[in-house]
Structure formats: C-alpha cells, structure tokens
DNA sequence: GGTCGATGTGACCGTTTGGTCAGGTATTCT
DNA sequence: AGAATACCTGACCAAACGGTCACATCGACC
C-alpha cells in the first residue's frame, strides 16, 4: 500500500507519478518494469518514490485499484436500458464495456491483461477459496442464473463455458476496437457512444448470435446424450 | 540462427541447453529471460553461449521452431478417423490437438502461449502481408470453407468468429488439461490417448457443441436482419 | 611430437538494476 | 529567531545484466 505521504501529494504531482507507471506497466509486466523508467518518466528523485512506495510491486498493485476503479466506471456508464436485463442482455453488455474499457483506457486495458495473462498462468486457483480465479467465476454464476430462468440451454458445461466466456471478454475488446478503426477515435474523443452507433451494434449483434445460436447451419445436438 | 558450432554439437550437449532454455522461456517472456540463468542451468561457460548463439533472441527463435515441430507432430499424431473431416471434425481435431499438446508439452505450450501473447500486442497487423497475423488466418479460410460446404452459417461474421476461434484455442487447453486432473498425467505418461478416453471425449463433446449451436436454450436469430 | 584450427572457459567490462541514506530544503509551530 | 517536522534529493551501493576476449583445451593431421 502506498504510504500516507503519497496520499498527501497535491493532485497534480500524484497523477504524474501515476501516469509514468501506468505508461510504464502498459508496456511491460510487472515482471520487466523499471523503476529506473518510472521516476525519470515522473520527474522526481529515486529516493522519492522509496518514500511512497515499498517497492515496485507495491506501486502496481495500486495502479491495478485504480485499473479496476475506472472499468466500474465505465461499465456504470453504459445506459441500462431495462432495470431487468435477460440473461444474454446482460452478457452484451459485459461485453461492450470490456470494448468501451479498450477503446477509452488503452492503457489501462493493457494493464488488465497483462494481470489476466500472468495470474492465470500458475494454476489459476485462488488459494484461500480454492476456487478457480478470475472473470469466469462471475460468468459462472451468470450461467447458472440463465439456465434457471431458461434462458441457457441446461445441458451446456457450465464450468466451461464459463472459462470460455472469460477468455472471450478478455480477447475480443482488442480485435473490436481495432476493426473499428476511425470510429474509436470518435468513442474515446467522447463524440460518440458505442450504444449510439449502429454499425458498432451490428457487430454486437453478430457476436451474440454467434454466442445464443452457434456457428452452425443446421446445429446437430444431441439431446438423446444429454437427456441420458 | 544458431551457428554451425552449435549444430555440430553432440546431442546430448545440444539437448541440455534447448531444456535449459525451455525452462527458461516457459518461465519467462524473452524480455524477462535471462542468459546467466540458462548458462548456469544448462551448466556452460558464458562464453560458449556466444559462440552458439548471437544472442538471447537467437535462442529463443531457435526454441521458437522446436515448439511448432514438436506442435505440428502432435496434430499429426492424431489419428485420422476420416479422410475427409466435415467441418466441425476438423475443427474438433484442433481443438483436440492444442489439448494433447498442452499435457505432453506444457513447458512448450507455455512458450507458445507467452508468444502468441506478446505477438498479438500491437497492431497484430503482419507488416508484410498487411493481413492480421496469428492462428486466425487459420480459421478464417476454415470458415469460408464451411460455409461453402453449407456447414457454417452465411450470416456468421467470418472475420470475428475466426479471431474468437482463435482466442478459445489459445486460451482452452490450460483450462481443459487441469480438469482432466489425474487423467491429464496419464496421457502425459502414454498410457492414455485423448481420443479414446470418453470422460474426455464427453467434454469435447460439449464444447464442440456449444460452438455449434450456441449457449441458448432458444435461440432468437434475427433472420430478417441478416438476410436483407 | 608438433602444428593448427576448432571449441571451451571464466575473469572481466560497462551498464543497469532495485534499494539506501546522509544531507538539503520548505513549512509550520513556539 | 530558532526548533521541529515533513519532504526531497541524487550520489552511492551491491548485485545482476548482456557481452567480450585472451587464453586453455582438445582432436586431427603431418
């Protein structure tokens, strides 16, 4: 945790620190960033940054605070169009936040994934719950709730599709944010929504069709298995 | 390129340092590894690394060909149970493929995965063909080629769900080999094969299946949409 | 045995790393 | 004015880094 000395930094002197390591931890991971870089890209003295952090993994972990901060934030500001959203207007929306998040915060996003690809490397279990970590756990309850209200179909492999739906949202903002090109620039300037925009939106709806209904023609399932 | 010295090497000397710097690599990203600890692990002079290899990235793109040697003997090690796969066999044998290499090779798998993260960092354009590059050029022809066969749905943006297609192979096989659990050690050991152990199977069969048809219990294609 | 080219070696180099610390400065309180 | 407190600073440190090179060792051929 940064020390009370960080805290106290005028406004200014705080976001220009925070700004080199967010720079900083957006090219590289944790693993390869410098200190070095990050107090000559701040404009302070080394000796300053030992006063505000413990060291350099205390200074990414409060990045990461402030990483989780604004994807709340964006995902709050995403219009909610009904109070009760079904279970795959909600997915949609899971979604096209994880695409706002890229497109206004690259850096930021970075950083994310970066987290995601390094924390998922080991085993991947959260040793105090043993439970799998990560985004999958969100959208395994998601799935649960969409079977319950028959939205899901029941013989989908939960737990997998749920690790399948995580790795989803985690690779696709890149792809989308690229393949919208020009139009991004207009989103992240603020000139446009990406609910607003209907060519963005037909884009949404052929992902989630592709989630609801699957790539195939002429889907052959077999219920006689599942049904066993 | 490794220089001759290196190639001329005994196999057994040859063997020692490419494990020590899989080890490495599977550790580490190329910007994180390190030539002291593979010198010291494959137990060389530092001197003699200089005389193999031009430098770190040498190695690594050295290392880089034995993964995709040792990938592509994989995917042919599987058996063949049709000449010609329908669509979704073939796909199903990728998938398949990523799985069984991710168990028998991990340190590999874990090589490729650091690869295909930092490759697809920026742009992920191909600066030479223009094209996007990574495992979804794959899939976009295989794509196309469904669709002609009548297998893939002609609404289906070829384009997005080769790069999704590409996400779930890259990312499904750590998670797939840890569910297997005990079974996963088996196949490592030989004395299991993927395709004959139907607990697995079952779980291919899941997956294949939710690609095919989607996660709804009824799918609401807007048909209208598309076709117009 | 002697020569010669190829290969092996680790001390050494300059640079960069994370981290420290004695000392300077700025502000506030008495 | 003087004392106290908080903060800032960059020279400095040991360790690790990638890379070099003079020299040792080896095997093959004459």
Same sequence: chains 1, 2.
Avoid: C
């Avoid at 949404?204 to 006689?224: T, V």
């Amino acid at each position: 945790m940064p020390t009370e000395t960080f805290r106290n930094l005028p406004e200014s002197k705080r976001l220009q620190i925070e700004h080199a390591a967010i720079t900083e931890f957006a090219a590289k991971p944790l693993q390869s960033a410098s200190v070095n870089a990050i107090v000559s890209q701040a404009g302070i003295a080394k000796g300053s940054f030992y006063q505000y952090f413990e060291n350099i993994a205390d200074l990414h972990s409060h990045i990461l605070t402030i990483v989780s901060k604004k994807k709340l934030e964006v995902i709050n500001s995403l219009p909610l169009d009904n109070a009760n959203l079904d279970t795959f207007r909600y997915l949609r929306r899971v979604l096209q936040a994880a695409v706002e998040f890229q497109i206004r915060y690259p850096e930021l996003a970075s950083i994310e994934r970066f987290e995601r690809f390094y924390s998922d490397q080991p085993g991947s279990i959260d040793p105090e719950t043993g439970e799998r970590v990560g985004g999958d756990r969100r959208f395994h309850a998601f799935l649960t709730q969409g079977i319950l209200h028959d939205d899901i179909a029941t013989w989908v492999d939960v737990d997998m599709a749920a690790f399948m739906l995580g790795i989803v949202e985690g690779g696709i903002a890149p792809y989308l944010a690229e393949r919208l090109g020009e139009r991004a620039s207009q989103i992240a300037a603020g000139e446009l929504s990406i609910v607003d925009d209907s060519p963005i939106q037909d884009l949404f709806d052929n992902l989630m069709d592709i989630l609801e209904a699957g790539l195939a023609r002429d889907p052959q399932i077999r219920k006689d298995f599942y049904s066993k």
